[in-house]
């Protein structure tokens, strides 16, 4: 690998690791990132069957017009520019629809707009959707960053961490299908209608709501980008690099130890895993046993199950924008992954080409317990290390693939007949590539009975070692940006760095 002794070392290369290292890198460091599969980009990678592209895990993203803060950060890591981006249909981003009740509901960008759109299908809570708008504006004012402002810690945010979805909406209205509607999209916080904050909805669904879009040709697109970004100011990258251990000596980590061997010295190290696999690269007494026990403690959020078409051309109209699919009592319910009704909720999402006419792929999306794959959890299967997990595993996911195709033909009914190829993931797929014990879609689960606990500081207890990713504060582009600013404030200013993005 050459040359080491960098100013920082970054480990893993999702999102919130090539954001510092883009960043960071800009700033004046020299930056090595270190990644153990063949793709950069962790969860923002793409992968190609029949010539098509799919997202491995982002799909839509919001808060990316000018002046939005993912635009702004992502303008000052230099990407904003020439990304291929398609603003998804301002009038419908996501279409909720109840399958039972052939009922459906659509979310609109922009406040006014959504409201103009539900206030018709519920002419009798009118009051209660723009209290709910209000809510979810008042919500966000609490995250300083969120708002490209410096932030004051915790205090600002503790007024708004213990109220759980559930209250939040039912404290808005009683109208049973409209909080279905307002949280309809669940799917996208892994959103549990006791535990998970309000807050993480306000945060995530607001984004959406300023202006949502998506990647032509796939998330992978940003990766690409932040990869340039970071060379073009002499930083170094590293696929097929896996961590195995993180080395002291006198009290800081001096070297990130590669499986083959290698060590990569720096003066500081930025950990973008899973803070539980980070502690289980060290065994730094510095990393109190209290503290330990905390992160190992911390519940994941659940995996999820993706089903990914390419479709025959001119079989079915490409769709600008997604749906989320349901059952009754779907929305609430789809989580608790009954194995008798699963699935509950279905996300579609159409992939977005060059050609807007037909679609060309759809990807269904539903959530996964790690447990239904536990029988195969000995295997590993990654690109750089492929393996047969086995029959019994390709029969589960046919079972499992044909479940969800056919909870989609209820929408579709044309869709069984337009389908080429059928791929999928399983929760194994994603703890193999991302390298989390179970395949966690957004990682650490924000919970609203322990709302401090379940925040994850930047900073560790050894001077020279930190954390990023979707851990931190919240999962999602936005999130894991978020999150990457605050990394960065340990070695940057934050007040002027928050201002040069806000200027960007
Ligand atoms: C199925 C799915 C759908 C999603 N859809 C959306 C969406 O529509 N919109 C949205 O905004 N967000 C979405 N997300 C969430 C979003 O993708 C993530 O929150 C975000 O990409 C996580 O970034 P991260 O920085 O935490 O790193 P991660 O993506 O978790 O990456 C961690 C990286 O570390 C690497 N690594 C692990 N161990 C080692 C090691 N020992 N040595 C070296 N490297 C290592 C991994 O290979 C990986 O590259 C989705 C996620 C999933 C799983």
Same mark, same amino acid.
């Given at each position: 690998m050459g040359e080491t002794g960098y100013d920082i070392v970054l480990v893993g290369s999702g999102l919130g690791s090539l954001l510092c290292a883009a960043l960071l890198g800009k700033h004046g460091y020299r930056v090595c990132v270190l990644e153990k599969?063949?793709?950069?980009?962790?969860? +923002?990678q793409s992968f190609a069957r029949e010539k098509q592209v799919f997202d491995s895990g982002v799909h839509y993203m919001g808060s990316l017009a000018p002046g939005e803060t993912l635009y702004q950060v992502f303008k000052y890591a230099e990407?904003? $520019? $020439? +990304?291929?981006l398609e603003k998804m249909d301002e009038a419908v981003f996501d279409r909720i629809v109840f399958l039972d009740d052939q009922e459906s509901y659509d979310q609109a960008q922009g406040y006014a707009r959504f409201i103009e759109t539900l206030v018709p299908q519920f002419p009798e809570e009118a009051d209660a959707i723009r209290r709910y708008c209000e809510q979810l504006q008042s919500v966000c004012r609490h995250f300083a960053y969120y708002h490209l402002a410096p932030g004051q810690g915790l205090a600002d945010k503790q007024p708004v961490l213990d109220l759980t979805l559930k209250d939040g909406l039912a404290s808005l209205t009683s109208n049973t299908r409209l909080q279905e509607v307002l949280a309809g999209n669940n799917l996208l916080y892994a959103g549990d209608a006791s535990n998970t904050p309000f807050y993480v909805h306000a945060l995530v669904v607001n984004s959406y709501l300023q202006s949502a879009w998506k990647c032509r040709d796939g998330g992978s697109q940003i990766t690409r980008r932040l990869v340039k970004t970071i060379r073009r100011y002499g930083g170094m990258l590293h696929n097929h690099a896996e961590v195995v251990s993180l080395e002291e000596k006198d009290g800081i980590i001096n070297a990130a130890v590669l499986k083959n061997g290698e060590r990569i010295t720096g003066n500081h190290f930025i950990s973008n895993l899973h803070p539980r696999q980070t502690l289980a690269l060290t065994g730094s007494k510095q990393l109190r046993p209290l503290y330990r026990q905390r992160i190992n403690a911390l519940k994941n959020t659940i995996s999820s199950f993706c089903v990914y078409l390419t479709i025959k051309p001119g079989t079915m109209r490409y769709e600008k924008h997604n749906y989320y699919l349901h059952t009754k009592n779907g929305v609430w319910e789809a989580i608790q992954c009954d194995p008798a009704t699963w699935p509950q909720t279905l996300f579609v999402f159409f992939g977005a080409g060059? !050609?807007? !006419? $037909?679609?060309t792929t759809i990807t269904l999306m539903t959530y996964m317990p790690y447990d239904w794959v536990q029988p195969w959890a000995d295997s590993f299967n990654t690109d750089a290390a492929p393996a047969d997990r086995g029959e019994s595993y390709t029969a589960f996911k046919k079972e499992m693939e044909q479940k969800m195709i056919d909870m989609a033909a209820r929408q579709f009914p044309e869709l069984p007949a337009a389908i080429q190829s059928i791929n999928s993931a399983s929760p194994l797929s994603y703890r193999d590539y991302i390298g989390t014990a179970d395949g966690s879609l957004y990682g650490i689960a924000k919970d609203a009975h322990n709302p401090l606990g379940s925040f994850v500081s930047a900073r560790t207890k050894i001077p020279n070692l930190y954390l990023t990713g979707q851990n931190l504060l919240m999962h999602g582009l936005l999130g894991v940006s978020l999150a990457a600013l605050q990394t960065c404030s340990a070695f940057v200013n934050e007040t002027e760095l928050l201002e040069k993005i806000r200027h960007a």
């Open positions: 599969n063949r793709q950069f980009g962790g969860c +923002l990407i904003a $520019d $020439d +990304l291929p060059q !050609q807007q !006419q $037909d679609a």
